[in-house]
């Protein structure tokens, strides 16, 4: 069993920054990919950015390209995700999601809201 922690949401003026981070315990040997979703009240829940914990290949939307940054400290069990050149549109809530075989598992997640 895996269990995620996010943190680092809050509240950011447009064109700041933020980090997220995601914290892994329990099980973790067998994770082969992390990655950050996000979700607004009536919206399916959407992928932001993914890394592999082998290899560090990585893939983001095309909302964020350019903008965000998804890495990982494997010795941590921690996956981040820089946010920098925030938009309104960015405000959500933001899940960390572990994969491996067989099994997907999901954090409480954190809330980004950026205004003015």
């Known amino acids: 069993q895996v269990q995620l922690v996010e943190s680092g949401g809050g509240l950011v003026q447009p064109g700041g920054s933020l980090r997220l981070v995601c914290t892994a315990s329990?099980?973790?040997?067998?994770?082969?990919?992390m990655a950050w979703y996000r979700q607004t009240p009536g919206t399916q829940r959407e992928l932001v950015a993914d890394?592999?914990?082998?290899?560090?290949?990585?893939n983001y939307a095309d909302s964020v390209m350019g903008r965000f940054a998804i890495s990982r400290d494997v010795a941590r069990k921690q996956v981040y995700l820089q946010m920098d050149s925030l938009k309104p549109e960015d405000t959500a809530h933001y899940y960390c999601l572990a994969s491996e075989n067989g099994a997907t598992y999901w954090g409480q997640g954190t809330q980004v809201i950026v205004s003015a």
């Open positions: 329990g099980g973790t040997s067998g994770i082969y990919r």
């Open positions: 890394i592999m914990t082998s290899g560090g290949n990585t």
